[in-house]
């Protein structure tokens, strides 16, 4: 099956700063990738995604990027913001097209 | 209104006793999941839904159980909670081969189990 996980459980930016969240995922037929922004007391919420036929597709200061040879996908965010303080998720999904969740990296932003 | 609305939002309840924790969702979507999240571990799929007669288990289904009463309606119950299900309880919907798949997460039901 899938497995996904991130590479740093917590990542400190200053307030203005860019910030990467890496995630590696393990299962090759995986075919869509999503990343998720959870705060705290809230359930996650839908950032960006992108299907595996792509290497890269940008947002708003958001931009994912995939790199299917090494099985690799990142998050980063422009001008990291305060708001942007969070538990971040990535997500693969394969055949059965259920996410997998990663563990989640805390992103926090100081002022 | 929230699309997915999940009650109750915060349950104290005694090891041993059963517990119902409920999602509706106002999205229209078919499909409807329940995860469980614990600190350092994610999000892990309890049970899912693909429509209403559609009944699924998940990477970690022992101890619970669920009933899809309605294309709108999803619950999860402990039979006989114990102490290890003490956790952050989040139902999802999606309309499957979407977009973007439309996932959508309901706002959480945390549960301790005493």
């Known amino acids: 099956g899938e497995s996904v996980g991130l590479h740093l459980p917590t990542l400190s930016v200053q307030e203005g700063d860019n910030s990467i969240i890496n995630c590696a995922y393990s299962n090759s037929a995986s075919d869509y990738f999503i990343w998720y922004k959870q705060e705290s007391g809230k359930g996650p919420q839908f950032i960006i995604d992108?299907?595996?036929?792509?290497d890269k597709r940008q947002g708003q200061r958001v931009t994912v990027l995939l790199n299917k040879t090494v099985k690799h996908l990142s998050l980063q965010i422009a001008a990291t913001q305060p708001g942007d303080s969070a538990v971040y998720f990535c997500a693969g999904l394969g055949g059965s097209y259920i996410p997998t969740f990663g563990r989640g990296t805390s992103l926090i932003v100081h002022p | 209104d929230a699309d997915v609305t999940q009650t109750p939002r915060n349950r104290i309840t005694k090891t041993g006793k059963r517990i119902m924790l409920e999602c509706s969702q106002t999205k229209g979507h078919d499909r409807m999941y329940w995860y469980r999240q614990d600190p350092g571990l994610g999000l892990r799929l309890i049970y899912y839904?693909?429509?209403?007669?559609?009944?699924n288990k998940g990477e970690i289904s022992d101890g619970y159980s669920v009933s899809r009463q309605a294309q709108a309606k999803f619950s999860l119950s402990l039979e006989s909670a114990i102490p290890n299900q003490t956790a952050l309880y989040f139902c999802a919907t999606s309309e499957g081969f979407g977009s973007n798949y439309g996932y959508t997460f309901g706002s959480g039901t945390r549960l301790t189990v005493v």
């Open positions: 839904s693909f429509d209403v007669k559609d009944i």
């Open positions: 992108i299907r595996s036929n792509m």
